[in-house]
């Protein structure tokens, strides 16, 4: 399987941009490596246009997200194209990775954790793009879980309510198809991210990094994001896929992240 998986990966397209200096002999090879053809240039006008013509499979932007200009990057990568965005940023900063999560990256990876952290989190990615063959093979759990009006759908990486689809991305459908697994169950932070990202963050950036990912599913998901009762928050402790229409007195009392 393993052999058909990454004859499946020769025909993807990678496109990297960056408004800083990086360490590309810790980028451009490990995409190499797992299948990528990719095209590497400095950001400016042309990105988006470029963008659009390449429609790449993985964007990978080398940016300092302690900027505005670019986290608007950011921004108007998620906007321009569907393809998983992986940030490089200096570090360590939690609020500057957990304000390029929140405008629209997938995943982020400082430059203090190497090429190897780079190469085991692209790894992880690819692994979660099952192929519909792989997905057949696999019999680990249900092809659909439903919890009350939300249905997740796994053999289409779809989540849907009351008939009508919700537009996540890969990264948010695996939180909320993680939370769903463990509806009624609270999860702490660095539970969801070692369960989506096959990587141990500590408590303090697991905490930044999910508070943003909850908030992006919450505004798609929940009838009224400011009062939750899909995802709730359990203070100190961590978020729940509440199963019962009626929340918990505990559970109405806790904080919203």
Request: charged content about 30%.
């Amino acid at each position: 399987m393993a052999d058909r998986f990454h004859e499946g990966l020769r025909s993807q397209v990678a496109f990297v941009t960056h408004t800083r200096d990086y360490r590309s002999a810790e980028v451009l090879p490990s995409l190499a490596r797992h299948g990528f053809t990719t095209t590497e240039r400095p950001h400016d006008r042309e990105t988006e246009r470029l963008l659009a013509q390449f429609d790449p499979d993985l964007v990978v932007l080398a940016i300092d997200p302690r900027h505005d200009d670019d986290i608007a990057l950011v921004r108007q990568v998620a906007r321009a194209c569907k393809a998983q965005i992986i940030v490089v940023a200096p570090g360590p900063h939690p609020h500057g990775l957990a304000l390029a999560l929140e405008a629209g990256a997938d995943v982020c990876v400082r430059d203090t954790d190497g090429g190897e952290m780079f190469n085991a989190q692209l790894g992880a990615i690819l692994r979660r793009k099952t192929s519909p063959i792989e997905q057949e093979a696999e019999d680990d759990g249900p092809s659909t879980i439903t919890v009350r009006d939300l249905v997740l759908d796994f053999d289409r990486c779809q989540a849907v309510r009351n008939g009508e689809s919700i537009p996540l991305t890969p990264t948010e459908f695996k939180i909320l198809a993680y939370l769903a697994k463990n509806a009624g169950k609270v999860v702490s932070p660095v539970e969801i991210l070692r369960a989506v990202q096959d990587y141990t963050y500590s408590e303090r950036e697991a905490q930044e990094i999910v508070k943003v990912y909850i908030r992006r599913i919450r505004r798609k998901v929940e009838l009224d994001p400011a009062e939750p009762s899909y995802i709730v928050n359990v203070r100190g402790f961590g978020y729940m896929l509440e199963r019962r229409s009626n929340r918990r007195d505990a559970v109405r009392a806790s904080e919203a992240a």
